[in-house]
DNA sequence: TCAACTAGTTTGTAGTGCAAACCTATTTGT
DNA sequence: ACAAATAGGTTTGCACTACAAACTAGTTGA
């Protein structure tokens, strides 16, 4: 039961939200009112440089946005998610959802676990 | 509850299962066990080029093989997908729901339910 | 003063996805 | 019989992308 499941909608999926990277970022942001680059840089792994550029990509997109300010004497980038952004995620886990369903379950042919 | 579901794990994703095209090819592949090349030209809607060329990294990835004969005098080209494919698969499944959970639900800021 | 650190941005490059052009053989039209 | 069209793909060319290395600008420590 529950609807087929249309593999093909997997062509639809947002490239700007699907890429790993952003995809890590925009959650992140999702759980929070705001979140400084420093702590993102260091959850997700990606270097300075990298975030950096999916950070413009998200903005240019109008996913995210960015605020630039000062701690003390020294400059603080946040980012937080935009209205924009958490409609995009929403929408992109509802395509994965139905992505899913055509994606055949573990098999689970035998009971040994292997991973590597 | 259920797991937090490391949303980090979005990282570490099988690029070459990632790429929609790619997926779909597999996914269709998974649920039989020999498909013909124009058929899935056909059903995904990628052009023979693009779709050459991904099959071609699949095979070269192990995941699918390529048996290439001829019907009557006319070439025919068909696809399926290998154990290690299956195994590719199963596991991106995974990954994909663990990272789902990563992902804020659709957000329901009301009570309605929408389906479509 | 000068080295080292912080907080990012810009640059360079290898790799990717895509469609257009191409290829070879067969079939159809005249 | 010969030209044109079609089938069934593959190769080529290009625009774009992800990533890390190199760079920039300000700050702190010695």
Avoid: W
Avoid at 110 to 115: D, V
């Amino acid at each position: 039961m529950s609807t087929p499941g249309d593999i093909t909608e997997v062509m639809a999926l947002d490239r700007l939200v699907h890429e790993p990277a952003r995809l890590l970022i925009l959650a992140v942001l999702s759980g929070a009112k705001l979140v400084e680059f420093g702590f993102l840089e260091q959850v997700s792994g990606l270097s300075k440089g990298n975030l950096s550029s999916h950070m413009s990509k998200l903005e240019a997109g109008g996913l995210i946005e960015v605020k630039k300010s000062f701690r003390g004497k020294r400059p603080l980038t946040e980012l937080c998610i935009t209205p924009a952004g958490r409609r995009a995620l929403a929408n992109y886990r509802r395509q994965l959802a139905t992505v899913m369903q055509g994606i055949p379950a573990p098999a689970a042919p035998t009971k040994r676990r292997r991973e590597e």
